[in-house]
């Protein structure tokens, strides 16, 4: 029989639980109790632990916690600090009995208020930018870094050494602190930012503020930790004495820690200080909780990544429901895994390091977030690295805050994979330069945006930059900066692209790629019931009503001969998105945690998930994002995949990169063959297979040494692993004598390769990369030498390669009096040549092949065109290396395959100039 227990603050573990007279002193002594199907009702009170519970629940019989009627529960992951002394003024002091590291980590809260380390200027609401300090003057610099501000000069020379500044520095992408290495005369002397190319210089009108030093401890609710003495002061609020102010300091990093457990739900439980995980974990709900100021990690030398995650919602099918999360330092959200799911749900005021973090950051596949109401942060309010997932029914808004050249969801150099964006309204940018609403940064494919509301952004509500693949844009409303804009980052294609339906108020299309479909868009100055309003609904005499064209899954159901242009038809579903809190309580209490579950074939967008669209590309992970091959399968050899970037590389001229979009692409040496398998085609229907296929040599990168000298000394994550600069990991800095050994590079036959590439940064130079095999002292066959100073983007430097055939262990050996960090290497020739032959089988046989040979760095997609027979509804794709069967007397080279594809491609193609 199923078990109820009850926790109360007045408890005691040593009771049985099992009834309000006799409860549990702590919620994790009933989490040991617990069995499937058990209940913990817990009573008001806060509650400092971590709940991590014993056992799984099962399918219909959870593990249960929940608030004991309406009374509020909080978990909270800090302990009280009671033994205050007083220092000077009204700042006190005390020690805690734990370590809280160098501070970087710390939350103090003020009667249960998130409390500010101490800062100058006064901050009160982080994502205010009229609050911060600006920057007057300033150098940057590998060995001299200043700020200077008239403001600074009221303060005596000294009073900012050691301390920490932060600054939105540069291009204004992100936030960047160092420390302070000296102060006179209103100038700061500091350290070099972590990214500090050139185009992150320090700048006039920068924001920035100055913390990390108890000589900023002036104003209530502050505080500061200094980790030599190990000791907290604090300014308690309205001239309150510590023991009349309840101060508490972060201790735990869980409130529950859902683990590798299944069917547990946690509803109705507040958490303060501390967060929520369900890596590994599968089928958990959190309902009906609030969650604040979860995290916090703002250290020196923060860049672009922050290294917080707020609520780790991992694992596989987990739900965070009708929840409230605000408060964070970076990330409020981090979804990994698959098929997880954000529903109903209000985040606001996070990231205010301003990092790349976002309100909601994915990573994974097939996820979902909908019905959420998403506002003010730092930077942009939905990013990450995911694929096949639905972000519907939402309302952001009020995002960048404090960062420039950003949207209000932010997509960049991944492919991701057919992901699905519709019924959202995105408005009210708050950044102040290159301000954008739909923001796909170049190198970013596989995204269905359709039936959005944009509105209210400063530059463009719209930008896609090139190259972009696999995308369609249909039936959106833009107004106020109606305007859609592509520009070329490197290579000028949009394969698979098709943009149709949509209502730019007043607007125009810009600077559109090749390769696209462009048709039906309306540019209308005022088609709207009340635009100043919100109220984006068509007017009955509307000049647009009617002249959109079916769209199959986006334009289902509509009123007369032809669909509307724009989110709303005419008379259709009058949608409003975001979170209703009230709504959920009319919700069945014992709603199942389900993930991402896929729609019957035919479902329309209106109903929400994924919807079926006509002209996506029905091939699976076409770029290789994911990380694996699968579903591509091997078909000949022992094909793999490398990873490198060629956002960076791409930079070098040439393009000499291995990969041709993002990070990961698929090589094939001579004879080997990747294949995937193909459903859902129509019969006697023309489809377009599409790839990008470059030759190559022989590529690794650094991190895949075998044996090393001098590693001990190289930088790393907290959590051990290679470190991370600009998306990629390196080695270093590597000094004079230090080496690494990488096993097994097969130069082939003499002279198939003469030349050696070597991607470095941070070079401090005079420093040479010796290419050397049979060991840190042998043969020397290259030597890759940098005299000046480069740091920048990633980027190859080569130098010739000497003869050398078959099976080699190499030895990069750095020497010179200078340092760097290393990427990669290849090994390749000066004229290269692949050959390749693209395929599509059915079941009874070849539909269409194609040779494809490429020379040197060469990288335009290739196009097998095909028809499919009368009983066609699926077929198998190939690629495959065929060596040097097209080129004669040249020798094998790798290929890579990228940017793949397979479409329907839509039959309009009206010429973009016509609708302007």
């Known amino acids: 029989m199923n078990k109820i227990y009850y926790v109360a603050v007045n408890g005691d573990d040593f009771n049985d639980g099992l009834s309000l007279e006799r409860p549990f002193r702590t919620i994790d002594r009933a989490a040991q109790a617990m069995e499937a199907g058990d209940i913990s009702y817990i009573r008001e009170g806060t509650y400092r632990e971590t709940v991590a519970p014993s056992r799984s629940g099962r399918e219909n019989a959870p593990i249960r916690f929940e608030a004991y009627g309406n009374e509020r529960v909080v978990v909270s992951g800090c302990d009280e600090v009671t033994e205050w002394t007083q220092h000077e003024g009204n700042v006190y002091k005390a020690k805690t009995d734990w370590d809280l590291g160098d501070g970087s980590e710390t939350l103090v809260f003020f009667d249960e208020e998130l409390g500010v380390e101490a800062q100058w200027p006064k901050i009160r609401d982080r994502l205010d930018r009229s609050q911060y300090a600006r920057v007057d003057a300033a150098t940057s610099g590998m060995t001299n870094s200043m700020i200077f501000d008239e403001e600074l000069q009221a303060f005596p020379d000294g009073h900012w050494d050691g301390a920490m500044v932060a600054c939105v520095n540069g291009v204004g992408y992100f936030m960047s602190t160092a420390k302070v290495t000296g102060f006179a005369a209103g100038t700061l002397h500091h350290e070099q930012w972590v990214s500090s190319a050139d185009h992150y210089f320090t700048k006039p009108g920068d924001l920035y503020f100055i913390t990390r030093t108890l000589r900023a401890l002036d104003a209530e609710k502050e505080w500061y930790y200094d980790p030599a003495e190990g000791m907290l002061y604090a300014m308690a609020p309205e001239g309150k004495l510590p023991p009349q102010c309840m101060i508490e300091v972060k ?204 509105w209210n952004i400063p530059e463009r509500g719209m930008v896609l930059n090139r190259p972009i693949q696999r995308t369609l844009i249909y039936n959106n409303t833009f107004y106020r900066k109606a305007i859609a804009d592509s520009s070329v980052f490197c290579l000028d294609d949009m394969y698979g692209t098709h943009m149709a339906n949509n209502l730019f108020a007043d607007g125009e299309i810009r600077r559109w790629g090749g390769h696209s479909i462009v048709s039906n868009n309306r540019f209308d100055a005022d088609p709207f019931v009340d635009a100043e309003s919100g109220d984006f609904r068509l007017r009955a005499d509307s000049p647009v009503i009617g002249q959109g064209i079916p769209i199959p899954g986006v334009t289902d159901g509509y009123r007369g001969q032809a669909p509307d242009p724009g989110a709303y038809e005419f008379g259709g579903e009058e949608w409003v998105p975001g979170h209703s809190f009230e709504s959920a309580e009319t919700h069945d209490q014992s709603a199942h945690a389900g993930g991402f579950d896929p729609p019957e074939h035919g479902q329309t ?308 100039e016509s609708e302007r």
């Open 251 to 454: 201790r735990r990093e869980y409130a529950f820690d859902l683990r590798h457990k299944e069917h547990v739900h946690i509803i109705g439980v507040d958490c303060r200080g501390a967060s929520i995980t369900t890596e590994e974990a599968s089928r958990c709900l959190i309902r009906k909780s609030r969650i604040y100021g979860m995290d916090r990690s703002f250290g020196y030398r923060q860049s672009i990544y922050g290294r917080t995650r707020g609520i780790a919602l991992g694992g596989e099918g987990n739900m965070l429901r009708d929840c409230e999360i605000s408060h964070f330092e970076g990330n409020g959200i981090s979804i990994s895994g698959a098929r997880n799911s954000v529903h109903n749900c209000y985040i606001h005021d996070g990231n205010f390091e301003a990092s790349y973090a976002s309100m909601i950051w994915m990573t994974g596949a097939e996820h979902r977030v909908s019905r959420c109401t998403i506002t003010r942060g730092g930077r942009t309010s939905i990013s990450g690295v995911f694929s096949r997932s639905t972000i519907e029914y939402c309302d952001i808004s009020f995002a960048n805050a404090l960062t420039k050249d950003s949207g209000m969801i932010y997509l960049f150099n991944h492919d991701f994979d057919q992901t699905q964006i519709h019924h959202n309204w995105l408005h009210d940018n708050l950044s102040d330069h290159l301000s954008f609403g739909f923001y796909m940064d170049a190198w970013t494919s596989g995204i269905s945006f359709f039936r959005n509301v944009i």
């Open 605 to 912: 967008a209106s109903a929400g998930g994924f919807v079926p669209l006509k002209h996506e590309s029905l091939l699976r992970n076409g770029g290789f994002e994911s990380g694996s091959l699968a579903p591509w399968t091997a078909a000949g050899g022992t094909p793999r995949l490398v990873f490198e970037c060629a956002w960076d590389y791409s930079k070098n001229g040439g393009y000499p990169t291995v990969v041709r979009s993002n990070r990961y692409a698929a090589v094939l040496g001579p004879g080997e063959r990747i294949e995937q398998r193909v459903a859902g085609l129509k019969p006697n229907t023309s489809y377009i297979f599409f790839a990008g296929i470059k030759s190559g040599g022989e590529y690794r990168q650094a991190i895949e040494y075998a044996e090393a000298n001098g590693g001990s000394q190289w930088e790393r994550e907290p959590d051990g692993t290679p470190a991370i600069y600009r998306d990629v990991r390196y080695v270093g800095p590597m000094r004079s004598k230090e080496w690494i050994k990488l096993d097994n590079i097969d130069f082939g036959a003499a002279g198939q390769y003469d030349n050696v590439s070597i991607g470095l940064n941070k070079v401090i130079g005079p420093v040479t990369v010796e290419v050397r095999i049979g060991g840190p002292d042998g043969e020397l066959i290259g030597a890759v030498a940098q005299q000046t100073p480069y740091d920048a983007v990633w980027r190859y430097f080569g130098a010739p390669l000497g003869s050398v055939a078959g099976v080699h262990d190499v030895y990069l050996v750095l020497s010179g009096e200078g340092q760097c960090l290393l990427h990669n290497i290849v090994f390749h020739n000066t004229f290269r040549a692949g050959t390749a032959r693209m395929s599509v089988h059915g079941h009874d046989g070849s539909i269409g092949e194609l040779v494809v040979n490429r020379w040197n760095w060469e990288s335009t997609l290739s196009e097998l065109h095909f028809t499919t027979g009368p009983e066609t509804s699926s077929v198998t794709v190939a690629i495959e290396n065929i060596g040097a069967l097209a080129v004669i007397g040249m020798p094998a080279q790798r290929i890579y395959a990228d940017d793949c594809g397979l479409w329907e491609q839509p039959r309009l193609s009206r010429a973009i």
